[in-house]
């Protein structure tokens, strides 16, 4: 089955700094990878996500670029604020499953 | 707009007693709907996925068992809970149709704790 690793499991950056979180996948057949932020106690959010036909999305402060050969996606969060301190979660899908990296605890300090 | 939710909010319960999750889905019709669990620090397993009533699909084997008894409800079950299933028991729905990969809306999750 699918595996997705993800990198780093903690990161800590100053307020107004970039964050950068990596993912891997190991099945070629998976064509949608989105990404979730998780708030302590709460379900996961949907924050953006990128279909296999496309390199790169964004959305605001938010980027998600993928490099189908290499098999990789990565987070991109730009000028990061307190709010955006939480953990978030890559996942890889062909159809009705999700397969989720481990997390990252992402920590932004003022 | 579409809403989830999931009772109870928190539950802590003995081994060897039953269980019964509940979620439910609003503002959409004939969603696929699923289960989670995350265990601390890690990531999310999937547990069922159903995508109609009556239509369930089990990736995991375990002690838990899974129920559609209407379009628009999801049941997570178990006769005789293990001190393993404690956990984060998260429900989602995504839209039904999608041939490329589902984007799945998650709910506020099921703290469960079984001592």
């Known amino acids: 089955g699918e595996n997705v690793e993800q990198h780093p499991s903690t990161l800590s950056v100053q307020e107004g700094d970039s964050a950068v979180i990596k993912c891997t996948y190991s099945?070629?057949?998976?064509?949608?990878f989105p990404w979730y932020k998780q708030e302590l106690g709460k379900g996961p959010q949907l924050i953006i996500d990128i279909r296999s036909n496309v390199g790169e999305k964004k959305d605001q402060r938010i980027a998600v670029t993928l490099n189908k050969t290499a098999k990789h996606f990565s987070l991109h969060i730009t000028e990061t604020q307190p709010e955006d301190s939480a953990v978030y979660f890559c996942?890889?899908?062909?159809?009705?499953?999700?397969?989720f990296g481990k997390g990252t605890s992402l920590l932004v300090t003022p | 707009s579409q809403t989830i939710h999931q009772w109870p909010a928190t539950l802590v319960q003995p081994v060897g007693s039953p269980l019964s999750l509940e979620c439910t889905v609003e503002?959409?019709?004939?969603?696929?709907l699923y289960w989670y669990r995350q265990a601390a620090g890690r990531g999310l397993q999937l547990l069922f996925y159903?995508?109609?009533?009556?239509?369930i699909s089990s990736e995991v084997p375990q002690n838990l068992s899974a129920s559609r008894p209407q379009d628009r409800q999801f049941i997570l079950s178990s006769k005789k809970l293990l001190l393993s299933d404690s956990g984060f028991y998260l429900c989602a729905w995504s839209v039904v149709g999608r041939s490329t990969g589902d984007e799945q809306f998650f709910g506020p999750g099921t703290r469960l704790t079984v001592l």
């Open positions: 099945d070629s057949a998976s064509n949608y």
């Open positions: 996942a890889a899908s062909m159809g009705y499953a999700l397969n």
């Open positions: 159903s995508v109609g009533i009556g239509q």
């Open positions: 503002g959409t019709s004939n969603p696929n």
